[in-house]
Nanobody, 128 residues
Framework: QVQLVESGGGLVQAGGSLRLSCAAS????????MGWFRQAPGKEREFVAA?????????YYADSVKGRFTISRDNAKNTVYLQMNSLKPEDTAVYYC????????????????????WGKGTLVTVSS
């Protein structure tokens, strides 16, 4: 089992940047595919980005964040990151980190609760 703790959320103006971090503990971090999901007020949780296990050679993004967000991982630090640039008010949400032993772009992008392990989330607020 793996435990996940997100950090880095906060208030930022539209057009600004934030970097979210997710620290993992437990079993071997590099064995896990990692993902970021978000849930805006009054809306369903949605997929944001995923990265494969090991070196993270495979990455996948929701269309809404493609070109603005970058997911990466540092296995030496047991941490996955989400660099968010050109933020928009519609990016306002609680962002959740997730982990799973499987990596499936098509599955995670269509199943917002499809990963096995979850953090408690960090709030990102983008003001206009």
């Amino acid at each position: 089992q793996v435990q996940l703790v997100e950090s880095g959320g906060g208030l930022v103006q539209a057009g600004g940047s934030l970097r979210l971090s997710c620290a993992a503990s437990g079993r071997t971090f590099s064995s896990y595919a990692m993902g970021w999901f978000r849930q805006a007020p009054g809306k369903e949780r949605e997929f944001v980005a995923a990265i494969s296990w090991g070196g993270g050679s495979n990455k996948y993004y929701a269309d809404s964040v493609k070109g603005r967000f970058t997911i990466s991982r540092d296995n030496a630090k047991n941490t996955v990151y989400l660099q968010m640039n050109s933020l928009k008010p519609e990016d306002t949400a609680v962002y959740y980190c997730a982990a799973d032993l499987k990596y499936s772009e098509t599955y995670y992008s269509s199943h917002a609760y499809g990963m096995a392990y979850w953090g408690k989330g960090t709030l990102v607020t983008v003001s206009s």
